[in-house]
């Protein structure tokens, strides 16, 4: 298995954070043109990988979404942080913290539209981790 860690800076803001770029050179370099699945995965209590259309909207209709279902106010228990910072501990549970991609001839098989993107609610930790694995 090959793998690597590189840093997304997402800033203060809630963010659908496009790494596509990123997991395909890695999936091209560590496959060495063959196959095999490409994991991604965020070690962070309070982000997700999400496969979607980025760029026609669907990322701000995510976003939207999410801000209907985990309001960022004063019902989570778990408190400290910045106002609704517990919604962020519960994203994980409905966006996994990680996604397996097919990588067939050293690209990864996503579909016509689909891109690979990093979903973070926390406002309060500007910096993510993501670790990219390849198992041919």
């Not at 809630?14 to 060495?32: H, K, L, N, P």
């Not at 016509?112 to 993501?130: C, E, F, G, K, Y």
């Amino acid at each position: 298995m090959k793998s690597t860690v590189f840093t997304v800076t997402t800033g203060r803001t809630e963010v659908v954070q496009d790494i596509t770029g990123q997991c395909a050179s890695f999936a091209g370099e560590a496959s060495g043109g063959g196959d095999g699945l490409l994991n991604v995965f965020v070690p962070h209590a309070t982000a997700g990988v999400a496969v979607l259309e980025l760029g026609a909207g669907s990322d701000d209709d995510l976003l939207a979404a999410l801000r209907d279902l985990l309001p960022a106010d004063d019902r989570w228990r778990h408190a400290h942080g910045s106002r609704g910072h517990g919604r962020s501990h519960v994203l994980p549970a409905l966006i996994a913290p990680y996604a397996t991609i097919p990588v067939i001839g050293g690209s990864m098989a996503l579909g016509t539209w689909q891109s690979v993107a990093l979903v973070d609610l926390n406002i309060d930790n500007p910096d993510r981790q993501v670790r990219l694995s390849f198992l041919g």
